[in-house]
DNA sequence: CGGGATATTGAGTTAGTTCAACACAGGTGG
DNA sequence: CCACCTGTGTTGAACTAACTCAATATCCCG
């Protein structure tokens, strides 16, 4: 079913604000409204930075298509991953909220995102209540994303924290269909997985080379591939609640 | 698991859903829309779990006063705090956007929250849209403390940590006139403060005896003292937008 | 006054860090 | 086409911040 060409790039049915249809059908004039809520697309390059911590945009995104990393720094250079980003995501709320961003969002590859005016997000909640819900739903899914996260880095050790983090982007992969087989394309780099693990560049990749020798996980040119993905899992260390579900067998 | 709810005792008039009346007066209708939308009250014991990681509430919760925490654990017993939660929080969002809890939330005072049933959240959207576009706003406003506590697990020191915390817990606390001169009453132990700061229990006490004995700091009989405020700023390694503000002076 | 929970402290251990050198790949300009 | 350069990955060695274990002190509550 080819789709009628219109002054956007793209078609606003592939919007993950229309994520949720899977639950309720987005009616005709809603759809009409996301159309009029785009402002335009932005193209961002890799290692762009499309948000930036202490700055006032005037714009909110959603992710199309691309990888990037939502971050924070300390003063002496330091910094925090908080979360990579991928299709669906939205960002900028917290400016739209907050006013001022508190943190910085970097592109990993080429992104294309859809551009909205934060102005106009308070006509989404008065005239579409259901996409103001589908944001909030967004919101509270990105807060469980670091929970997550936060759990491991206080609580996981080194072998437990990647086991995880690979877990988790397979996981968030396949949802978005970037899994092939047992591979996955991560384009980001063994520093960028420190920085998001609140590990040290040298730790990373002397756990990343064990779990390469015990033949569970492979990282090369690009791609990580789950070897073993049971022993994979159960080094992983999920949370009490996948734990309270194991022993029901 | 939280009992039946009772008749309302508290005027909606101090729910915090009205909080951001500062800058947006809440009209009668939504008042009364708050009103209804209110199933009762529910009094949590200290150590009452009020929601639990894995269950599915059909509630949603306000804090009206009293602290706890939301905490998320291993199967083999470590725990990770993810935030303390304070009077104004909105809880229970997650239930309803991702249908089950990834996280619990225990008391660790007396709590009273203000009990709302799932199912009206979606009316609440429909009906009254500034009503939703404030639970956005507290969602993020939480996205932000949980952005901060991981930059803090993932990249602080111990002391820079503790000190953080400290300065955090005051700023939220003066918000809430909690805070009375330098002083807070802080109603969690070392144990708990070591589970928010992803580390463990001696090593917190011999961090926060340091802070003591430079006098930066004092904790005494469940009040948290900033002796030497600016000291303690200064600890706290600020995020980098702190820093890009800083040298404007 | 007793007992359990909380806090404090010392000693020894270790997971993770920093430093430093080297390997390797891709990309550029001569 | 090669020589070089920069970013990334790999590895060893030395160090240290934070951990565990364990004993003791202190507080709080009934």
């Known amino acids: 079913m080819p789709t009628p060409p219109r002054t956007a790039q793209t078609p606003c049915r592939a919007c993950p604000l229309k994520k949720r249809e899977v639950f ?33 945009t005037p714009h909110l995104f959603t992710v199309l298509s691309g990888w990037g990393f939502r971050y924070k720094g300390l003063p002496d250079g330091r910094r925090q991953i908080l979360n990579f980003v991928l299709p669906g995501d939205f960002l900028g709320l917290q400016g739209a909220a907050l006013n001022e961003m508190q943190h910085s969002v970097e592109a990993l590859t080429t992104m294309v995102l859809c551009v909205f005016a934060r102005e106009k997000l308070w006509s989404l909640y008065s005239g579409y209540p259901s996409l103001g819900y589908d944001i909030t739903w967004l919101a509270s899914r990105s807060e469980r994303l670091l929970d997550d996260n936060l759990l491991s880095v206080g609580r996981r050790s080194a072998v437990e924290r990647v086991a995880y983090v690979v877990v988790d982007l397979f996981s968030r992969g396949r949802q978005l269909g970037l899994v092939t087989g047992q591979k996955m394309r991560v384009p980001f780099t063994q520093q960028h997985m420190a920085d998001a693990l609140g590990m040290s560049l040298v730790h990373t990749n002397k756990t990343l080379r064990k779990l390469t020798q015990s033949k569970i996980i492979k990282w090369q040119s690009g791609y990580i591939e789950m070897v073993d993905e049971k022993k994979l899992m159960a080094l992983a260390a999920h949370d009490a609640t996948a734990a309270q579900l194991r022993p029901l067998i």
């Open 24 to 56: 309720r059908a987005v009616t005709p004039e809603e759809l009409a409204f996301i159309e009029e809520f785009k402002t335009g697309e932005f193209i961002a390059d890799p290692g762009a930075t499309i948000l930036a911590e202490g700055s006032k």
